[in-house]
């Protein structure tokens, strides 16, 4: 077996007890002292009743000392692991504190090192507050429960199971009988390590933290249920993290690709997933992190300590290798997120804009207006692509309006009710008193990091008073000062949550009214928003009369400070290596927008001056929505830089970088387009315009419009007034009329955004 690189949570403990973070038997040995550390999970963090340990000890001396749990002798469940360390298990925890000593042998003195491990619940929870109510059980008939037994209690616990599977030569995973002659399709693989093998997978599933996890891993020599075969191991683990978007209340369904994911356990990986790090179940973060820190605890425990860990998902998944690489150092030691955003919660800031801009500019073209009739338009005040021509599944509700659509229509309808209106979504199996009585929103859901507001609702952190819309459209030239003044003084916000209604047509499709029922209606108030209400307009704060502005919305001051100190926001503090790989969507006014890799770049920027730890990917992508796989690629790269980080340890991140880890851009087929440092060039610096940069086109968002930073992590601007915004030269070279001046100051009455200041509630 090849030389384990040490892990990040051991570094973690080493920086904590004063040990320098270089190899664990290096510094042992040249300090000739003896230490302990956890390898499974933070010391204060270990569940499950047991925990990995290394033990450093100077040479010579690994039979001279004597290892104890609060006085229990566990020595016999060490062994050697290298010239000066031993390595083991200890079971049998108590829940609570428990003391690690280790001593020289037969002495009762002074213990030479010690570690206390505090074990939690495997039900948790460990460090995420209060669990969630009601939370509904997954079923046996569920994927990757298929073979679990039922909920065995209120905690949604189901009894832990392995079964044995193999690939077969046809590509599907099918049963394995250990007992059973050899099927004749049995296919075979390769691993990392060059070692061809029968493809049969030992799987492990149960519940951890109230979810369902999953660990597969290959084991052609043998199917034990009680012990796992590691001769196929390559001695990686994947943890594999899944997106969507959830509210919360429900175990979940987990995901066969990604508990079967094929290139890593081919290749002699360790899979590890759970429903609780799937965002399309709940978008509590601190609740993922918490989870991904019990599972990986449940894997280091009982099957081994991994060279390292390599993060891998897509969208919600991205989100969470960026935000649990800087919350929980050593949980994750590389990243490849895929359709990348830098977290969730600043994705609301923009999002949260759509619909209010969807239904002002459809507003326009209800009354005539053939400029904003032309769907690219949109992209003056959304950032977001918009094109003319393209299928739109709304339209049958709005037929005043041309074929086309906008990604926030394509890609965000929907979701702004859903992260923001408490009547508007469900768990699967809820009664109707807990629909009734539950806050279905994602603050809802994450009321622990947000907190309550005096109204009783989950602090919300969504904010747009002094945000000026179009404003860049209107430096520009392509918007008039008559249309800027128009859009900002109608275009409005969202309502507090108590006064929020139920949605209706279209997402509650037995609401929409017949053909019959909209026979003689005007549109406007007839059908819109009462019988149809694809922008969520009867919970919007519009303007009173045709004269007094729309009120904007204050953010919930807590709720922003509580996201940031609580780990929601992504501000660019990871220090391992990042591969952000995407196909370009921005033809398909697909939701995974493009500029989001930057976004994630410059918060790393803004942290410390340095993003050479990240590398983004590019992958073209056709009109029939071919998607070439680039992630193998990244996998060969990340174990390039990390096999130089392990043979580098005094090296930083960045000077471990192989030739490879660099900024490139590939055709549809995966073919290399250009590779290089200055393959991005022009979208972060004023540079010339690097070869990937004028390949593919990178669009905004409405705040970036508005004269926010392409970081996109200004929930609350600082305000100034409009004389000083004027004189600070925000406008160009736009100058208003008296008449105009006193309008804006009406629509902005506490003053307009400072984006130079940044967030003004920051911590």
């Known amino acids: ?129 209060p669990q969630q109510d009601p939370f509904l059980c997954s079923t046996p008939g569920d994927y990757g429960a298929a073979e679990l037994a039922g909920p065995v209690d209120e905690d949604c616990t189901m009894e832990t199971v392995v079964s044995f ?66 001769s196929a191991w390559n001695e990686r683990l994947i943890y594999h993290f899944q997106g969507g978007v959830g509210i919360g209340h429900y175990q979940g369904d987990p995901s066969g690709s990604r508990m079967f994911y094929d290139y890593g356990l081919s290749n002699g990986y360790a899979v590890a997933y759970s429903t609780g790090t799937k965002t399309g179940e709940h978008y509590n973060l601190v609740l993922g992190g918490e989870t991904a820190i019990m599972v990986k605890d449940r894997f280091v425990s009982d099957y081994g300590n991994p060279r390292y860990t390599v993060g891998i998902g897509a969208s919600g998944g991205a989100i969470q290798q960026y935000v649990y690489g800087q919350n929980h150092v050593g949980l994750i030691d590389a990243a490849i997120p895929v359709y990348s955003y830098p977290d969730m919660i600043t994705q609301t800031i923009h999002v949260g804009d759509c619909e209010l801009l969807e239904r002002w500019i459809d507003t326009q073209v209800l009354a005539g207006s053939a400029k904003w009739a032309d769907w690219g338009n949109r992209t003056l005040l959304e950032g977001f692509n918009s094109l003319n021509g393209f299928d739109n599944d709304y339209l049958q509700l709005l037929p005043f309006l041309p074929q086309g659509a906008s990604e926030c229509v394509n890609g965000w309808r929907g979701l702004s009710p859903l992260a923001l209106n408490p009547h508007f979504g469900t768990a699967p199996g809820v009664t109707p008193e807990q629909q009734a009585n539950t806050e279905w929103t994602h603050y809802g859901d994450a009321v622990n990091v947000y907190g309550v507001n005096v109204d009783g609702y989950a602090n919300s952190t969504w904010d747009n008073v002094g945000v000026q819309y179009g404003l860049r459209a209107l430096v520009d030239g392509e918007i008039s000062t008559d249309e800027f003044l128009d859009l900002n003084a109608n275009v409005g916000s969202w309502k507090n949550e108590p006064d929020m209604v139920q949605e209706g047509c279209p997402f509650i499709q037995a609401l929409c009214p017949s053909p019959d029922e909209l026979a003689g ?41 509580n996201a940031y100190e609580k780990g929601h926001v992504f501000v660019g503090d990871m220090e391992i290596p990042i591969i952000d790989w995407r196909n370009y969507l921005e033809r398909e006014l697909d939701m995974h927008n493009s500029h989001q890799s930057f976004a994630a770049r410059q918060r790393l920027l803004d942290h410390d001056g340095d993003a050479g730890n990240q590398v983004i990917w590019f992958t073209d992508g056709n009109d029939a929505g071919d998607e070439f796989d680039q992630t193998p690629r990244a996998f060969e790269v990340i174990d390039e830089w990390m096999t130089n980080i392990d043979s580098n340890p005094g090296l930083s991140v960045e000077e471990n970088r192989p030739a490879r880890a660099v900024d490139a851009c590939f055709d549809v087929a995966g073919n290399m387009i250009y590779s290089g440092s200055d393959a991005w060039a022009g979208i972060l610096d004023d540079l010339p315009e690097g070869p990937c940069a004028a390949r593919f086109e990178i669009f905004s968002t ?4 508005a004269g926010g930073p392409i970081s996109g992590d200004i929930f609350k601007c600082a305000l100034q007034p409009v004389d000083d915004a004027i004189a600070a030269g925000v406008y160009g070279t736009v100058t208003y009329s008296a008449t105009e001046l006193a309008r804006l100051n009406e629509i902005f009455p506490t003053g307009v955004c400072d984006y130079t200041r940044g967030d003004a509630r920051r911590p």
């Open 1 to 129: 077996m090849t030389r384990r690189i040490t892990t990040m949570f051991a570094i973690a403990a080493m920086i904590a007890t004063g040990i320098p973070a270089m190899a664990l038997g290096a510094a042992a040995d040249r300090a000739g002292r003896f230490d302990v550390t956890v390898v499974s999970s933070p010391a204060e963090y270990v569940s499950g009743d047991d925990a990995r340990l290394v033990v450093e000890v100077p040479r010579g001396q690994l039979d001279k000392v004597t290892i104890s749990v609060d006085g229990r002798d566990v020595t016999d469940a060490f062994a050697p692991s290298g010239p000066s360390t031993l390595e083991g298990v200890v079971d049998g925890l108590e829940l609570g504190d428990n003391l690690v000593e280790v001593r020289p042998v037969n002495s009762r003195g002074r213990a030479l090192a010690s570690v206390t491990l505090t074990n939690h619940p495997i039900t948790g929870p460990i460090f995420s507050g």
């Open 702 to 705: 409405s705040r970036i419009v």
């Open 521 to 561: 209606l005007d549109p406007v108030p007839d059908i819109y928003p009462n019988l149809i209400d694809v922008w969520s307009w009867r919970n919007m704060n519009l303007p009173p009369d045709g004269t007094t502005p729309a009120t904007r919305r204050d953010a919930d001051t807590e709720g922003i400070e």
């Open 165 to 230: 599977k193999y690939r077969s030569t046809s590509g599907d995973f099918e049963d394995y009988d250990p007992d059973a002659p050899r099927p004749d399709d049995m296919a075979q693989t390769t691993t990392l390590e060059g070692e061809t093998v029968d493809f049969i997978i030992r799987w492990e599933r149960g519940t951890i933290n109230r979810f369902i996890y999953s660990i597969a891993m290959l084991s052609p020599e043998s199917q034990d249920v009680g012990s796992p075969d590691l």
